[in-house]
């Protein structure tokens, strides 16, 4: 079983009223706050380093993460975690809304096993009107969730069927050397030593094998989109003239453009949606 995160509420006084915002909106920590602070459950669980609701939102503002009047991106999470050398990443693209026998809840109940945590974007229903981000760190005959927005139980204990039927996408937070539980000598009356470079090696190629399973080919630069995805260029383009798309880190490539833009096909292709409904022309 894994341990239980350490627990964060966005609604917080210490940190509840204070703004997450762009220009444009009005929005606080307690009212749009719920990705960074599920990120900071987990930061501070994995790391032992203090790291407050107020902390990440301040990272995901500086860092062009708060889209405006829409929470937090879902770029987000992935360039969060690195900052402090956690790996994380999107599931997949693949909405599972209305879908409890989705297999994505399989594999989610498969990493959740070997130590991984998840964050879950909900739907409407028991945990939001609109959408949610919660941290769920086990499942057995309940769903064991760290929502930063309520302290119910219907919502930190959910219900599987009504869990996975509310569940848009998921992300996933590597903590198996977090969880991992030290092996017990064998009863023999003999103690044999662990090989730790073994159990590191094994690891990494468990770790490598996730992230070719799940992570999809990420673009970094316009260049690279206008090879390969030409008839997303001209959108790829708006948004950064626009501000919209800013990269994580300031790098930028000989033109002056973004060079780590960190986009997915799925992403592209809903931006290029987005511009074609006319979204980014306001």
């Known amino acids: 079983m894994n341990k239980k995160p350490v627990s964060y509420k966005q609604y917080d006084a210490r940190w509840g009223s204070k703004p997450y915002r762009v220009p444009g909106e009005n929005s606080t920590i307690k009212s749009a706050g719920c990705g960074p602070t599920s990120a900071t459950m987990l930061i501070e669980t994995i790391t032992g380093k203090k790291y407050t609701p107020e902390d990440a939102c301040a990272w995901s503002v500086a860092h062009g993460y708060k889209a405006l009047k829409h929470g937090t991106a879902y770029a987000y999470f992935k360039p969060q975690f690195a900052a402090f050398g956690i790996e994380c990443d999107m599931l997949n693209w693949q909405k599972t809304y209305g879908k409890p026998d989705h297999q994505n809840h399989q594999r989610v109940l498969e990493l959740l096993k070997q130590g991984y945590y ?26 064991r969730i760290n929502d930063p927005a309520s302290a ?3 919502r930190e204990n959910g219900d599987p069927k009504t869990f996975f039927s509310q569940v848009n996408y998921y992300w996933w937070v590597d903590a198996r050397a977090h969880n991992a539980t030290v092996p017990t000598a064998p009863d023999n009356n003999t103690k044999e030593d662990i090989d730790m470079d073994e159990v590191k090696r094994m ?6 094998e996730i992230l070719e399973a799940v992570a999809p080919k990420r673009y ?5 989109i206008e090879k390969e995805l030409p008839w997303a260029a001209a959108t790829i383009y708006k948004m950064i003239g626009k501000g919209y798309l800013r990269g994580s880190s300031g790098k930028k490539d000989e033109a002056g453009y973004p060079a780590d833009l960190n986009l997915t096909v799925d992403m ?13 022309d306001k």
Not at 122 to 142: R, Y
Not at 220 to 224: I, P, S
Request: charged fraction near 25%; charge should be neutral; glycine fraction near 10%.
């Open 203 to 208: 690891i990494e190629e468990a770790k490598k």
């Open 152 to 154: 119910r139980t219907a």
């Open 118 to 143: 998840i964050i879950a974007l909900m739907g409407p229903g028991t945990w939001t009107t609109s959408g949610h981000f919660v941290v769920v760190w086990w499942m057995d005959g309940k769903i």
């Open 220 to 224: 970094n630069t316009v260049a690279e």
């Open 268 to 280: 592209i292709r809903e931006f290029t949606i987005n511009d074609r409904a006319g979204l980014y």
